[in-house]
């Protein structure tokens, strides 16, 4: 099919010439007989009856043809319809009394990939991936209470640990009915992701990693005023902190190590600046903060993991993110057989910049591990 604005142009496959290659050899036939229709046509001022022997009846005929033919050729198909505009539904689901949001969008029936975002964002990191793979998979992106558009239950009500949050993802797949997934694993997502891999590695069918750390060579320079923090849990310890949740530092967190800052959407840090900037958020993010030390003893626990199930992973990692450096990538093959590997040459939010690309690694390299039957999402 070729793409050409909101038109599809679908050559027949049927034809003993080969479609495509039928349809220019008319074009020619239909150009060639424009081309002798003008020479032969009667000169201007001529009072000569036109009949149906006249060159300008070819020429007509001809033009009528190849009209004919672009609007059928380029008529919207079916196929495109369903397969190029599935839509994203946008849902909320009470867990334990806490109101989840989440998108959802291709066949029920169809591989699930959950996609699980990381700090400071929400699933809007996802919104170009999801359609772009919903044609032939299932995909469910929550949002994280006190992220994006879920629900941001009080300090005294909800487990703001890594250890809840993964309590919260596990229950919403339950909920949701969904009992094999890929998964997606960014940031924050990946010690979400990883706990629930390790409570159920028969559920897991792949990992898609993308700057999501499980090894120590990941955490360096960046986490050092976090590994402080750590340390000493005080408010003169804390205040350099709030400058990663202030306009500033979340905006260096999408433009930091890009190609072209021009091609990174200002929508992104003032999508994420407003769950931020509510009340009690700032107080949240610092107990996440300090949390993620826990995540550390568990590394062993989630190589072993690894190398127990190998399951099929794909890393597509941002060579240039200051945060989660490509240090933190290159461990992964100690411990993985079944492994793609890519660094890109973007910054922390890959999606941002080489969004297309990773979704085209994402389909091939799911539908040599799983076996993806072709589906098309229904509306």
């Known amino acids: ?25 008319l074009l020619l036939l239909l150009a ?23 060159p300008r009846v070819p020429n007509a005929v001809a033009l009528s043809a190849l009209l004919a033919l672009i609007i059928v ?51 809007h ?20 209470p006190g992220f994006g558009n879920s629900e941001q239950p009080g300090m005294d009500e909800f487990d703001y640990t890594f250890d809840g949050l993964a309590n919260l993802m596990e229950k919403l797949l339950n909920e949701l009915g969904i009992d094999k997934y890929s998964v997606y694993l960014m940031d924050y997502g990946a010690p979400v992701g990883y706990r629930l891999a390790v409570r159920n590695p028969e559920k897991v069918e792949a990992l898609i990693i993308q700057n999501g750390n499980a090894y120590t060579e ?14 000493e849990r005080t408010a003169e310890n804390a205040a350099p902190l709030a400058g990663f949740i202030s306009p500033e530092g979340v905006k260096w967190q999408y433009t930091h190590g890009v190609r072209n800052e021009q091609l990174i959407s200002p929508d992104n840090w003032n999508v994420d600046l407003r769950h931020l ?14 949390d993620y030390q ?16 190998q399951p099929p992973t794909l890393i597509v990692w941002g060579k240039n993110d200051y945060i989660f450096p490509a240090e933190g990538a290159h461990p992964y093959k100690r411990d993985l057989q079944n492994l793609e590997f890519h660094l890109l040459d973007t910054g922390h939010f890959a999606l941002e910049e080489d969004g297309q690309k990773i979704a085209g690694l994402i389909r091939n390299f799911l539908q040599q ?10 509306q």
């Open 32 to 54: 060639y007989l424009v081309i002798t229709g003008n020479q032969g046509t009667a000169p201007v001022g001529s009072k000569s009856r036109v009949s149906m022997s006249s």
């Open 73 to 123: 050729g380029l008529a919207p198909s079916a196929e495109a319809d369903e397969s190029t505009f599935a839509q994203t539904s946008h849902k909320t689901i009470e867990i334990d009394g806490v109101e989840v949001f989440y998108r959802e969008a291709g066949p029920a029936d169809a591989p699930t990939i959950l996609l699980l975002h990381g700090f400071p964002t929400s699933s």
């Open 277 to 290: 900037q509510r009340d009690g958020n700032p107080a949240i993010q610092l107990a996440l903060f300090y």
């Open 369 to 378: 591990n799983l076996k993806v039957t072709p589906k098309v999402a229904k």
């Open 294 to 309: 826990n995540n550390v003893p568990h590394y062993p626990a989630w190589q072993a993991y690894f190398r127990e199930y």
């Open 1 to 25: 099919m070729i793409h050409w604005g909101r038109w599809n142009f679908v050559p027949s496959e049927t034809h003993p010439m080969g479609g495509m290659e039928f349809q220019v050899v």
């Open 125 to 144: 990191m996802f919104r170009n991936l999801i359609p772009a793979l919903s044609d032939r998979f299932h995909l469910v992106a929550p949002d994280y």
């Open 218 to 231: 990941g955490l360096r320079e960046f986490w050092d005023p976090i590994r402080t923090y750590w340390n």
